[in-house]
């Protein structure tokens, strides 16, 4: 497992933006997958953005995508999750999380690290 923490949740108006950080740290070597999800009170825990470590691909749920884009940064240890043009619904508690590599279901699924969850409020 790898300790994930996340950074950058906040408060932010209908149509704002926020970035959000997660660091990882211990044991990373066997990790290929990172992912953003996040959970609403009274729903299910939604995968939002996934990155491919070794290539670089991206996935994206279509709530999010063309507004959220997930990318690492210059290193290795850190993702990052940019939230343009926020809307009512974005409003959710955000999870960092990370799988190894190895066979999966999906690109939603496997994961076994998570950080603590930041929060994000969008208000209109």
């Known amino acids: 497992q790898v300790q994930l923490v996340e950074f950058g949740g906040g408060s932010v108006q209908v149509g704002g933006s926020l970035r959000l950080s997660c660091a990882a740290s211990g044991d990373t070597f066997n990790y290929k997958r990172m992912g953003w999800f996040r959970q609403a009170p009274g729903k299910e825990r939604e995968g939002i953005a996934t990155?491919?470590?070794?290539?670089?691909?991206?996935d994206y749920a279509d709530s999010v995508k063309g507004r959220f884009t997930i990318s690492q940064g210059n290193a290795e240890n850190t993702v990052y999750l940019q939230m343009n043009r926020l809307k009512p619904e974005d409003t959710a508690m955000y999870f960092c999380?990370?799988?190894?590599?190895?066979?999966?279901?999906?690109?939603?699924?496997?994961?076994?690290?998570w950080g603590q969850g930041t929060q994000v409020t969008v208000s209109s």
């Open positions: 999380a990370a799988r190894s590599g190895g066979y999966w279901s999906g690109v939603w699924s496997g994961y076994d690290s």
């Open positions: 990155i491919y470590i070794p290539a670089g691909v991206t």
